[in-house]
């Protein structure tokens, strides 16, 4: 491989940088592939659920190999108050098969792995170099510059996440506002496989997931999340930024309280906590997607804003799997032209697959969440609700009918009845 010039230079590898530097490896190209972190995974953070299917496309069975943590089988919704959970829970074997099965992931080994299949099929893998700026020839991408170096490609893709500095300089992307990114802080909690497996009645190698609204974001916009892993519990909450100016809780402190809400205490009890980490997460979906080609630049992943946040399900990773594997393909396709004109092939392979034909489908949805109804009062609803439905105390007993309608009335019958119109629509 020559020394100073590369086919291909893709910064970041987190899933786009990975399945892109993957891919275009193993169609012959010369790939240098930049991490900052010490190690792939090592300044990474999700959640905890990989939508199985767009790795599945560009590795079948991967599932067998990768690092994959348990099988989600079990999916719980709850609505907190201060005092109360009431929730929705779905456990079924109709959730496993191959493409729509998901897993709990563990991002120090799964992006080590990823990174390290890249790495098999050809690609050079460069550790702990920050990328601080893109080089520029005759008024195109040519490279990056890191530090003192510079190194030249034909064709740069950008997959260094959701603040990409390096997108912002290409003339890509503008920078985020704060209603369009949330602050992510999470646990890992470290219990015994079979002390999971019995809280969340789960069988060996199965997995839950459970998403929570309410007082887990003390009424912000957001929600909070628990994922098993094998013998580990990922806890976290994210919150909108624009919401946090003003909140009596930063996001670390709604952790620290969310574990101890008397539905997840038991669900933690005993566990120690082994990792602490903070992330950003975009927002906004289709309505701020930025340009995603130019001359001699691609952008991947988070980097372009390929989130889908829909509350009971947030999903970036199949979608940076699936840009990178677009971005790739472009590349190849492009056989040497790496204008503009050609690399635009890039957003017609993104427009034919479900990247855009769901970040297009839920476009409604960000601005639909930016109701605090939705976190203050209807998680107070379904508390009286469900605590009047089954508490019997020798009073009178009022119609199923009054039963429901005095919350929904605290609320408003109108409201309620627009929220319950507009969520419908921005899922439709
Ligand atoms: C709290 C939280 C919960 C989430 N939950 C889920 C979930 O359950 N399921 C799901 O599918 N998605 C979830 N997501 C979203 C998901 O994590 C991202 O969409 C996904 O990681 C995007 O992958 P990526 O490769 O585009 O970017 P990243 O994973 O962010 O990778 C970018 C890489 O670029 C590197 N980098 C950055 N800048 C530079 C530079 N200048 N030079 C060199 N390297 C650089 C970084 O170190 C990193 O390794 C969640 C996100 C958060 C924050």
Known sequence: ????????????????GSTAAYMLAGAGKEVLLIERGDAPGSKNMTGGRLYGHSLEQVMPGFAKEAPVERKIVKEVISFLTPDTSVSLDLQSQLLLGSPKESYSVLRAEFDRWLAEKAEEAG???????????????NGRVAGVIAGEDTMEADVVILADGVNS???????????LKPHQVAVGAKEIIELPEDVIEDRFSLNQGEGASRLFVGDCTKGKIGGGFLYTNRNSISLGVVCTLSDLPGSEKT????????KQHPAVRPLVKG??????????????????LPKLYADGV????????????????????????????AAAQAIISAQGDHSAHALSRYRQLLDQSFVMRDLKQYRKFPAFMENHRIFQDYPKL??????????????????????????????GLFKVAGDVWKGGKALS
Not at 123 to 137: F, M, N, S, W
Not at 306 to 311: A, H, M, Q, S
């Open 1 to 16: 491989m020559s020394q100073d010039k590369f086919d291909v230079i893709v910064v970041g590898a987190g899933p786009a």
């Open 382 to 411: 379904a508390e009286e609700l469900m605590t009047d439905l089954f508490s019997v105390d020798g009073a009178p007993a009022p119609s199923l009918i009054k039963r429901v309608l005095g919350p929904v009335k605290k609320v």
């Open 123 to 137: 690609a050079c893998l460069v550790p702990g170099i920050r990328v601080d700026d893109l080089y520029r020839q």
């Open 251 to 258: 996001v670390p402190e709604m952790v620290e309280e969310f």
């Open 271 to 288: 566990g120690k906590t082994v990792e602490y980490s903070g992330h950003l997460v975009t927002e906004a979906g289709y309505g701020m």
């Open 165 to 175: 500095l390096l997108a912002q300089k290409a003339g890509l992307k503008t920078e």
């Open 298 to 325: 691609l952008v991947a992943g988070d980097a372009a804003g390929f989130v889908i946040n829909i509350g009971y399900m947030v999903r970036g990773m199949d979608l940076a799997i699936a840009s990178g594997e």
